[in-house]
């Protein structure tokens, strides 16, 4: 799904979302409260310039818009691998990236992403799985890292690794897999307008991901690991 068919059915109320360079940034109405959309297209890779322009919007909605809701449109094939953005520090600006979004979050601004085509990597990791809950399209690619990659990064062959991804959703790419381990909270099908408006209304700022990962499955040992690190902060603090 392209974009502009994306925001026609998330946003009937009206939207000026422009793009630039495959960055895309506006206000669209939900439900008669307006929000501030940002996002990328084209499966974009996040470098330097586009991590600060959307670092840039998320701020001034802080500054200008108190509380507005934001919307963070998802397509991306992760951080761009170029010599220019490793030698600016691409680390960095992803970072700071992350840090205006959990600072958003904090001045009571509930964010919310949607995956509409591709996920990949650090450009997911200091966006959509930032937000206070994550969706996805059905028709999504998420994935951290690719099997082959995978295999060369931990010298487990990548047959054996595509044995593991048939039972095991961390191994796996794919939308219903990160439903699985908690990463996103539903799957959207049907109305998106109305699925749209229902997440920003029923959005808490508590991550849920490790307790989802549980109850659906998908990680076993993530919310045991939590509750254990808990426990004992709480008893060493008595």
Known sequence: MNWQELASQLFPGGHDIVETDHFLSGSASVGGRTVTVIGTTGHTPIGVDIALAQAKAVLDTVRNHAQRPIVILVDTQGQR??????????????????????????RGHTVIGLVYDQALSGGFITSGLMADACYALPQATIRVMGLPAMARITKVAEERLAELAVDNPV?????????????????????????????????????????????????????????????DSHARAA
């Open 81 to 106: 691998l170029r010599h220019r953005d490793e030698m600016l520090g691409i680390n960095s600006y992803m970072a700071h990236l992350g840090k205006c979004i959990d600072l958003a979050r904090r």
């Open 171 to 231: 191994f796996a790419p794919g939308a219903h897999n990160y439903l699985a381990m908690g990463g996103v909270e539903a799957i959207w099908e049907g109305e998106l307008a109305a699925q749209l408006e229902q997440a920003l209304d029923h959005a808490v700022p508590q991550d849920r991901r490790a307790e989802l990962g549980a109850q659906r499955g998908g990680r076993k040992w993530s919310q045991r690991v939590v509750q254990a690190v808990l426990a």
